[in-house]
């Protein structure tokens, strides 16, 4: 559990007394916002905790956090499962964005928002049940590690957790990966494959994507999923699988189904239980810990900066944040590079991506230019950027989404996108 008793500087026994008061403030704001026992059993707070101490109790499995006060703040890993903590009393909003995210270490969810606190308390009573999670939220929000957490919590965490990208896959292929095949079943499957459900056995399989499936797929995914049994390529004999199945879309599959592109029954099949996350824009109060978060996890070294500004935070708060969770990671490798050698993360050294900016800002200033007396083409070409870059931001940035949604193929998406380009309708770099 949580100890806020702080533990002794020279010693394992009981602290001093006002010892354990020195950091009182800290903890009294950060550990209810820790989410459940999940989260409190494995974390171990300690006042300058000696290093022996916290080896041990990172070796009993748990995250041990080291507490200190200091002028200079840092945030820094100090070996596997302990993480040093020093931090400016005077600037406690810091300190408890830095202690939110050491005690996410692990691979656990980072939240400080109160809509991502009340996401997570659901999905821990969702995680203690068996029944099918739809996941539905705009690209890079943290779908999987959502997934991942209701795995870690169900009674299916001692099973393996597969994940697989229905989007990335090609459909000749997806089939056998998904379900498995025979030796023989088709040329070049020199030797038998379980695939993904089978390997998944006794455990969570992980859908991404799921609103990529092909349409010829679906309906085995249904039965998959309605019998418990799989059937592989070239084999003549179903085969029983026991198998959570947690899915993750960008699509809102309600429409999806309208538009004849996704099977009405395997919604309400994997339906069960939807869980939306929302947009990192719409839950600011996750982004100060997602930083600390990304710092921790890439400038572990000495030498590297080991804080964020109180400049570089509201920097980053102010941001739209267009490709949530993982623009938020490029902005804060980006700058542990340009901080270099400093100690902290400045505002200076923020660099936003340059990725299609909303419609408002990129398209109608170029529209504008050309209001004027313009030809017919002139007239098409705008009124079909336009149409273009709401149907990219509808979908997320999702090419193949915005492509099929278009009615054109991926390449002359791409082609459109690099005309519009040209055009000065995109800022260079961006999403073409």
């Known amino acids: 559990m949580i100890r806020p008793a702080i533990a002794s500087r020279d010693s394992a026994a009981a602290p001093a007394d006002g010892e354990s008061a020195l950091h009182d403030i800290l903890i009294g704001m950060t550990v209810p916002l820790m989410g459940g026992s999940w989260q409190r059993d494995r974390i171990v707070l300690g006042d300058a905790m000696p290093p022996a101490m ?19 703040p840092v945030l820094a890993m100090a070996g596997e499962g302990r993480i040093a903590l020093a931090y400016d009393p005077a600037h406690i909003n810091e300190a408890r964005a830095a202690l ?47 997934a991942r957490f209701v795995h870690r919590l169900s ?3 001692g099973g393996p957790f597969v994940a697989v990208n229905c989007a990335a896959m090609p459909e000749a292929m997806l089939e056998a990966l998904l379900f498995g095949h025979r030796k023989g079943a088709f040329t070049g499957a020199a030797e038998a494959g379980e695939g993904l459900f089978r390997a998944a056995d006794g455990g969570t399989l992980l859908l991404d994507e799921v609103g990529e499936l092909p349409l010829a797929l679906q309906s085995k995914m249904l ?7 799989v059937l592989p390529l070239g084999a003549t004999r179903p085969l029983k699988v026991d198998v959570r199945v947690v899915a993750a879309t960008n699509r809102h599959l309600a429409d999806e189904v309208e538009a004849g592109r996704f099977r009405e029954d395997l919604l309400y099949r994997l339906n069960v239980f939807p869980l939306a996350l929302p947009a990192l824009r719409d839950r600011p109060g996750d982004i100060a810990p997602l930083a600390f978060a990304m710092l921790l996890r890439h400038a572990p070294a000495p030498g590297q900066p080991g804080w964020l500004s109180a400049e570089a935070l509201a920097a980053l708060e102010a941001h739209a944040w267009p490709g949530n969770v993982r623009e938020l ?63 990219l931001a509808s979908h997320g940035g999702n090419r193949a989404a915005t492509a099929r949604s278009l009615g054109i193929s991926e390449r002359t998406l791409r082609y459109r ?14 999403a073409a």
């Open 54 to 72: 916290a080896a041990g109790i990172a070796r009993g499995g748990k995250v041990a956090i080291s507490l200190a006060h200091a002028s200079a």
């Open 100 to 146: 939110i995210a050491a005690s996410a270490q692990g691979g656990w969810p980072v939240a400080g928002d109160p809509q991502s606190l009340a996401l997570l308390t659901l999905a821990e009573r969702i995680a203690a049940s068996n029944i099918p999670v739809l996941l539905e939220g705009p690209t890079g929000t943290g779908k999987e590690v959502l």
């Open 223 to 229: 039965r998959a999923l309605q019998e418990g049994e």
């Open 417 to 430: 996108l690099a005309s519009m380009r040209g055009a000065g309708l995109i800022a260079a770099g961006g």
């Open 155 to 157: 009674a299916r965490a």
């Open 329 to 391: 990671e490029n902005v804060i490798r980006r700058a542990i590079l340009l901080a270099g050698n400093a100690a902290a993360i400045a505002a200076e050294h923020i660099v936003f991506d340059t990725a299609v900016r909303p419609v408002a800002e990129t398209v109608a200033p170029a529209l504008t230019r050309i209001t004027a007396p313009r030809s017919l083409s002139d007239v098409a070409f705008a009124s079909e950027a336009r149409a273009i870059l709401d149907t």
